[in-house]
């Protein structure tokens, strides 16, 4: 059974940090892409990061410079270091596994962005 379960998201003054993780299974992490994309209220979800299975990063404009996407393969899982947070960084986080014609989402995580 494949499972993506994220945690780490939170209330977060702006400036602030905060690091998610998303755990998977092993079956899937060890082949898929790995990626982070986020949804705020009314609008579209969009990508955030990914990383490849070789490490080759990809990130959205909005967030080159302040967030750091990782995968450790011992504990099978990724992370998002999101650094200097802003209030329109506020949104669901959700991560995504990716291998092409087959991907699965976790449940989400919320991030909140507020003073």
């Known amino acids: 059974q494949v499972q993506l379960v994220e945690s780490g998201g939170g209330l977060v003054q702006p400036g602030g940090s905060l690091r998610l993780s998303c755990a998977a299974s092993r079956s899937i992490f060890r082949v898929y892409a790995m990626g982070w994309y986020r949804q705020a209220a009314g609008k579209q979800r969009e990508l955030v990061a990914t990383i490849t299975t070789g490490g080759t990063t990809n990130y959205a404009d909005s967030v080159k410079g302040r967030f750091t996407i990782s995968r450790d393969y011992a504990k099978n899982t990724v992370y998002l270091r999101m650094n200097n947070l802003k209030p329109e960084d506020t949104a669901v986080y959700y991560c995504?596994?990716?291998?092409?014609?087959?991907?699965?989402w976790g449940q989400g995580t919320p991030v909140t962005v507020s003073s």
């Open positions: 995504h596994a990716d291998r092409v014609t087959t991907d699965y």
